[in-house]
């Protein structure tokens, strides 16, 4: 496999750091980062080791890899036959918006396993945006339906699946409870696709 030189890898890592610092990247999608850059370069890098006692520290998964690789066409219905280490509450889509802290689509085919956070700080890769069964790694983009290892692009959930999830009450009053959350607590996030972020699609 053909690495970053060192100069490239400190340069990647250099920007990350800076990126943070002047908060354009949340501490998660900084640590998506370091792990991207653990595949990158060499294992005697400098940058490589410092990423991985950063990851170390955070407890993060370092041995974790999403079970279907960059090119696998498996649909959430067949993801969702595996078992999730998922410990944490999950709350059905029938249950108030404005009470509950993470939502899972039950009502939509094919999505049952993202389940969404509605305080999550992290922008990556879309306000609001899943979580595999809860875990950090894969995430969905919610507006696309790109889904995410670290910052690669692995897959895509089909677009009617997300125009459905989209045209679910639920989900809608539970996005805009999350967007509110994340502007008013990230208040230099200025990231955002669109001019208007609390504008949410429109129903087909």
């Known amino acids: 496999m053909q690495y970053l030189t060192r100069e490239a890898s400190s340069l990647f890592l250099r920007t990350s750091k800076l990126s943070l610092i002047a908060g354009h990247l949340s501490w998660t999608h ?9 595949s990158m370069s060499n294992p005697n890098d400098p940058s490589h080791q410092f990423a991985i006692r ?3 520290l955070e407890a993060w998964d370092l041995d974790s890899n999403w079970e279907f690789g960059e090119e696998s066409t ?6 969702g036959n595996q078992k999730s280490s998922l410990n944490s509450p999950i709350v059905d889509s029938s249950v108030d918006a404005d009470n509950q802290l993470y939502f899972c689509a039950t009502s939509i085919p094919g999505l049952t396993a993202w389940q969404f956070n509605k305080h999550d700080d992290d922008f990556f890769p879309s306000v609001p945006h899943g979580h595999w069964h809860g875990r950090k790694q894969p995430k969905l983009d919610a507006y696309l339906g790109w ?7 692995i897959g895509r959930e089909p677009r009617k699946k997300i125009i459905a999830l989209w045209n679910d009450k639920k989900f809608r009053e539970f996005s805009a409870a999350a967007i509110d959350y994340f502007i008013t607590h990230n208040i ?12 949410l699609p429109r129903r087909r």
């Open 54 to 56: 950063i990851l170390t």
């Open 74 to 79: 498996a649909s959430s219905d067949e993801m």
């Open 188 to 199: 230099l996030h200025n990231g955002w696709r669109v001019s208007r972020p609390r504008r």
């Open 30 to 38: 900084f640590h998506e980062r370091l792990a991207a850059l653990l």
């Open 147 to 153: 889904t995410y290892r670290g910052s690669t692009q």
